[in-house]
């Protein structure tokens, strides 16, 4: 009997653990409060070498207050910590590794950080687990990669520890879940304490302990765009894409990227586009960040439903007064979730338009240069064809392209860039960089943000290549060079050609689609400033500082 | 907001640049300080004349580099980060707390010296502008003639980059690059081929005096030429001051570092602006300053309300 008793396996060693661990800071905290001024000495406590933590930072929301307490921890007592953060953006992310804190990183995005991530994995003082899409970063959370430690930002927590994250919920949630239901420690850095919250976004039962941040968590505007900037280029690349993509397959719900070109469709919509008869035809429901630049079409009814991944600093009143559009909380408020928006920009829309910086003649592309090493954003999860799909739509159906009994639609992924970047750097390539910085680094496979296989049309200020009717690479190399402009690759195509591919389908110029370039004109813009969203949204919209210009 | 302070390299001389420093205590100092060191007045380094001679450049640009930050530094401003373009890496050691003035003095003239006489004629360098680093570096390898060495040298933008060199073998290149895409292409008025290994017996030397001063440990993260590293130890920051007369200026490279690191208020030490230019073109979200630009009262005003802040 004895034998076996001793044999007998603990099931609760995880919680065993944490429980040891929260001892020994009882008397450093009150309850579930850490003080502000002790996050530093409770963190080296609660935190040990080796630790996989979960970081909150995504392009929008950053748990900055925690980040700055965990690079100042002392290095002697608290290092190899292993970092999952979706993304990589404030100079402290890497002052971790530049100490000695941390040694291993997992992650989506870190482009604000690209030239020092480059140089670190060089260096090694930092090494990489992989470059996710955000899914699978989420998704991993719950498979391979569980937090022991998960440090995030609210707005708001009661003394019972439920939080208020409201319209900037996010990825909160999901960092949050995949830690407490594994005995990892939350950690919680909140704006304030208060007694009553709007609602409860994140039960109290799922967090271990928060903390007054000295000041607010840090959020950038990320998705604001100045129509002044907008272009008649970008402009007439709209007009195309209203007419030869979201008219032609009857695209009704969608992803935009963070372009200026999406940002003249947005603008359009309520001007050319409603001249073309397409309003409630298209464009109705969108997995989306509210964009000021959606306001003029928002409040010309087009939009029937928009959900979002994050939300926009400035858009927070206009949000709530336009509760029949977006997803809102009893409060009133606006409620955000970046992994749901992520899945259903994945697998629930019609298409995902987006811009890069390269592209190869095959239509793959990439937003990384050499030297530096930076990640994607959202654009190769929501650009891609999500192979398992069932459900059908009308765009979805239309670019099938087989006659086989068991064949399915596809979704539209889309590409809008011009010929050639700022600085007179070719946008078509023949070999991206993205391949030099995979030898460089050593990564497994090369950060490719959009597969060319996925990639169904290509827009440039030259036409659209409707890619998903090429039946061959030939045909699809010819339809790419033949909207590439006087790029390497676009030069190499005959006039001969470019009349067969027209003929065929395969490509379409503007005047195919009954567009003059003539007409492509900034006066065809719902709003030509941020003055004017101001004014469209009745004065609710209230812009950052550095987008007034009045 | 984060605050860098930038010291210019050779190129943003000009006569009578001494002059054009804030009329104060600390400048004084460092200008008596410098006449004392060189044994004659270091007015005399600043004459149109006089500037035809690298050494009294370098001599001029520490000096007028070093008093300005001195002028700064009385008034309660530090930087969080410094960093130097070529020789003006020396005067940012200096504002690191890593060399005194008196041993950056020595080592700028004797570096001066030494790039004077490594080939006294027939070498120089050239601009290249709207070609990247790797497709630059590739011409260069192809079109190259051995008897006529060149080499990439700084970058100072992504598509500003420049190559030293045989005067004839710079001048080769430059007709290549024109036909292969770059925007334009110019000689440099330098009279030497800097920042490549055809200068490496100066960096030996320089290691040499080096060794022989003691460095402090950096009081401000200095950021380095060669690798464009933030360098924490004096070792490194020895080698990095010594080896980047024969290694290329990552100077693009460098400042990102900063930005990524959080600057956004750089201040150009005088003299000139062109690492004020530069970065305005790289960071557009970013406050750049430049003395001789903008005026040291008006950057002192600037530099105030951001100590306010923080």
């Known amino acids: 009997m004895m034998h076996t008793e001793n044999l007998k396996r603990v099931w609760t060693t995880r919680l065993d653990a944490k429980e040891k661990r929260k001892s020994i800071v009882r008397n450093l905290v009150d309850g579930l409060v850490i003080p502000t001024d002790r996050i530093v000495e409770v963190m080296e406590k609660l935190i040990r070498p080796?630790?996989?933590?979960?970081?909150?930072?995504?392009?929008?929301?950053?748990?900055?207050?925690?980040?700055?307490?965990?690079?100042?921890?002392?290095?002697?007592?608290?290092?190899?910590?292993?970092?999952?953060?979706?993304?990589?953006?404030?100079?402290?992310?890497?002052?971790?590794?530049?100490?000695?804190?941390?040694?291993?990183?997992?992650?989506?995005?870190?482009?604000?950080?690209?030239?020092?991530?480059?140089?670190?994995?060089?260096?090694?003082?930092?090494?990489?687990?992989?470059?996710?899409?955000?899914?699978?970063?989420?998704?991993?959370?719950?498979?391979?990669?569980?937090?022991?430690v998960a440090l995030v930002a609210a707005d708001k927590a009661d003394r019972f520890g439920n939080l208020y994250t409201g319209p900037n919920t996010e990825e909160t949630p999901t960092l949050v879940e995949a830690a407490a239901f594994r005995d990892g420690i939350v950690i919680v850095q909140v704006n304030e304490l208060t007694d009553e919250l709007p609602r409860v976004d994140i039960p109290g039962s799922w967090v271990d302990y928060v903390v007054v941040a000295d000041e607010p968590y840090e959020l950038e505007p990320l998705f604001t765009r100045d129509p002044r900037h907008i272009t008649d280029i970008q402009i007439l690349q709209?007009?195309?894409?209203?007419?030869?993509?979201?008219?032609?397959?009857?695209?009704?719900?969608?992803?935009?990227?963070?372009?200026?070109?999406t940002a003249a469709v947005e603008l359009l919509l309520p001007t050319y586009a409603e001249s073309l008869g397409l309003k409630g035809k298209i464009c109705k429901h969108w997995a989306l960040n509210p964009h000021p630049t959606m306001i003029p079409a928002i409040e010309s009814g087009w939009v029937e439903s928009m959900h979002c991944f994050g939300g926009e600093v400035g858009m927070e009143k206009y949000v709530e007064a336009r509760r029949d559009v977006f997803f809102?909380?009893?409060?009133?408020?606006?409620?955000?979730?970046?992994?749901?928006?992520?899945?259903?920009?994945?697998?629930?829309?019609?298409?995902?338009?987006?811009?890069?910086?390269?592209?190869?003649?095959?239509?793959?592309?990439?937003?990384?240069?050499?030297?530096?090493?930076?990640?994607?954003?959202?654009?190769?999860?929501?650009?891609?064809?999500?192979?398992?799909?069932?459900?059908?739509?009308?765009?979805?159906?239309?670019?099938?392209?087989?006659?086989?009994?068991?064949?399915?639609?596809k979704k539209l992924v889309v590409q809008v860039v011009e010929t050639f970047q700022t600085g007179n750097k070719p946008v078509f390539v023949e070999s991206l960089d993205a391949i030099e910085v995979k030898k460089d680094t050593g990564l497994a496979i090369a950060p490719v943000m959009i597969y060319g296989d996925d990639v169904t049309h290509v827009v440039t200020e030259e036409g659209i290549a409707y890619l998903y009717k090429a039946?061959?690479?030939?045909?699809?190399?010819?339809?790419?060079?033949?909207?590439?402009?006087?790029?390497?690759?676009?030069?190499?195509?005959?006039?001969?050609?470019?009349?067969?591919?027209?003929?065929?389908?395969?490509?379409?110029?503007?005047?195919?689609?009954?567009?003059?370039?003539?007409?492509?004109?900034?006066?065809?813009?719902?709003?030509?400033?941020?003055?004017?969203?101001?004014?469209?949204?009745?004065?609710?919209?209230?812009?950052?500082?550095?987008?007034?210009?009045? | 907001?984060?605050?860098?302070?930038?010291?210019?390299?050779?190129?943003?001389?000009?006569?009578?640049?001494?002059?054009?420093?804030?009329?104060?205590?600390?400048?004084?100092?460092?200008?008596?300080?410098?006449?004392?060191?060189?044994?004659?007045?270091?007015?005399?380094?600043?004459?149109?004349?006089?500037?035809?001679?690298?050494?009294?450049?370098?001599?001029?640009?520490?000096?007028?580099?070093?008093?300005?930050?001195?002028?700064?530094?009385?008034?309660?401003?530090?930087?969080?980060?410094?960093?130097?373009?070529?020789?003006?890496?020396?005067?940012?050691?200096?504002?690191?707390?890593?060399?005194?003035?008196?041993?950056?003095?020595?080592?700028?003239?004797?570096?001066?010296?030494l790039m004077e006489q490594a080939y006294p004629e027939g070498y120089g360098m050239g601009v290249v502008l709207g070609l990247e680093a790797h497709r630059l570096q590739s011409i260069i390898t192809k079109f190259m003639d051995e008897k006529q060495p060149v080499f990439m040298s700084n970058q100072n933008a992504p598509d500003q980059l420049t190559i030293s060199g045989t005067l004839q073998?710079?001048?080769?290149?430059?007709?290549?690059?024109?036909?292969?895409?770059?925007?334009?292409?110019?000689?440099?008025?330098?009279?030497?081929?800097?920042?490549?290994?055809?200068?490496?017996?100066?960096?030996?030397?320089?290691?040499?005096?080096?060794?022989?001063i003691s460095l402090s440990k950096p009081v401000v993260p200095f950021v380095g030429n060669r690798r464009a590293r933030l360098l924490f130890h004096p070792d490194d920051i020895r080698q990095d001051l010594a080896d980047s007369v024969s290694t290329a200026v990552q100077w693009h490279d460098a400042s990102t570092v900063l930005y990524e690191n959080g600057v956004r208020l750089f201040i150009e030490m005088p003299p000139g602006n062109v690492l004020t230019r530069l970065a305005n073109r790289a960071f557009p979200d970013a406050k750049v300053l430049s003395v001789t630009e903008n005026g040291f009262d008006d950057c002192l005003y600037i530099l105030e309300k951001n100590r306010r802040k923080k």
Not at chain 2, 175 to 195: F, I, N, W, Y
């Open chain 2, 169 to 212: 073998g710079v001048q080769n290149i430059l007709d290549e690059v024109q036909k292969h895409g770059a925007r334009c292409t110019s000689m440099l008025k330098v009279s030497t081929p800097s920042h490549c290994p055809l200068l490496s017996s100066v960096s030996n030397e320089l290691t040499e005096a080096l060794h022989k």
């Open chain 1, 328 to 409: 809102t909380g009893a409060d009133g408020s606006m409620r955000s979730n970046r992994t749901l928006s992520q899945m259903a920009g994945q697998y629930a829309v019609d298409l995902f338009i987006g811009s890069t910086l390269q592209m190869d003649g095959a239509g793959n592309s990439s937003t990384v240069t050499r030297g530096r090493l930076a990640g994607y954003g959202g654009a190769p999860n929501m650009g891609h064809d999500p192979g398992g799909r069932r459900h059908s739509t009308p765009a979805w159906l239309n670019i099938m392209t087989s006659e086989d009994s068991l064949a399915r639609g």
């Open chain 2, 1 to 113: 907001m984060r605050l860098a302070y930038l010291f210019p390299g050779q190129g943003s001389q000009r006569p009578g640049l001494l002059h054009e420093l804030p009329k104060c205590e600390a400048v004084e100092e460092i200008l008596e300080e410098a006449s004392d060191l060189l044994n004659e007045s270091v007015y005399n380094f600043h004459s149109e004349e006089m500037l035809g001679s690298t050494k009294a450049v370098q001599i001029a640009l520490l000096t007028s580099g070093v008093a300005a930050y001195k002028a700064f530094e009385i008034d309660g401003n530090k930087p969080d980060f410094v960093a130097g373009h070529s020789v003006g890496a020396f005067g940012a050691a200096v504002a690191a707390g890593v060399l005194e003035f008196k041993d950056a003095l020595k080592l700028v003239e004797l570096r001066g010296g």
């Open chain 1, 238 to 261: 709209a007009m195309m894409i209203i007419r030869g993509i979201y008219q032609k397959h009857e695209v009704q719900s969608l992803n935009h990227g963070i372009g200026y070109n």
């Open chain 1, 50 to 148: 080796g630790d996989r933590v979960v970081l909150e930072g995504n392009n929008q929301k950053q748990a900055s207050f925690l980040s700055e307490a965990l690079a100042q921890v002392n290095p002697k007592h608290l290092f190899d910590l292993h970092m999952i953060m979706s993304s990589i953006s404030r100079p402290e992310h890497l002052d971790l590794f530049e100490r000695g804190i941390a040694n291993k990183v997992d992650f989506a995005y870190a482009g604000p950080q690209s030239l020092r991530m480059a140089q670190m994995v060089e260096d090694r003082k930092l090494s990489i687990g992989e470059i996710h899409t955000y899914i699978e970063l989420y998704g991993r959370l719950f498979i391979d990669l569980i937090p022991s």
């Open chain 1, 471 to 550: 039946d061959s690479m030939e045909k699809r190399r010819e339809a790419i060079a033949a909207i590439a402009g006087v790029t390497t690759i676009g030069q190499t195509l005959t006039s001969n050609k470019l009349d067969q591919l027209r003929q065929e389908g395969l490509i379409a110029l503007p005047e195919d689609l009954q567009i003059r370039r003539s007409d492509a004109k900034r006066s065809l813009l719902a709003a030509k400033s941020v003055e004017e969203l101001v004014e469209w949204s009745d004065g609710l919209y209230e812009p950052p500082a550095k987008f007034r210009s009045w």
